[in-house]
């Protein structure tokens, strides 16, 4: 599945921007905005299924990069 420009534009608008977090001149990517948007998550994880359904994955790893 490839996302069409509106919903890549409707993905893209759900995620909030925090400039200059954590220091000047970064601007932080927030999604936290995208998964309490229940028609943007839902998008999101269609669009991951239907991409990577062909790998036969069995695990998914989630990353926390919060510099801690």
Same mark, same amino acid.
């Given at each position: 599945?490839?996302?069409?420009?509106?919903? $890549?534009?409707?993905?893209?608008?759900?995620? #909030?921007?925090? &400039?200059?977090?954590? +220091? &000047? *001149?970064? /601007?932080? +990517?927030?999604?936290?905005?995208?998964?309490? @948007? +229940? =028609?943007?998550?839902?998008?999101?994880? $269609? !669009?991951?299924?239907? $991409?990577?359904?062909?790998? @036969?994955?069995? !695990? /998914?790893? *989630?990353? =926390?990069? #919060? *510099?801690?």
């Amino acid at each position: 599945m490839t996302l069409t420009t509106q919903e $890549r534009a409707f993905l893209m608008a759900s995620i #909030r921007d925090i &400039p200059d977090f954590p +220091k &000047p *001149g970064i /601007v932080f +990517k927030d999604i936290t905005t995208l998964l309490a @948007n +229940k =028609d943007a998550f839902a998008l999101l994880m $269609r !669009h991951l299924s239907e $991409r990577y359904s062909a790998y @036969n994955l069995s !695990h /998914v790893a *989630g990353i =926390d990069a #919060r *510099g801690f």
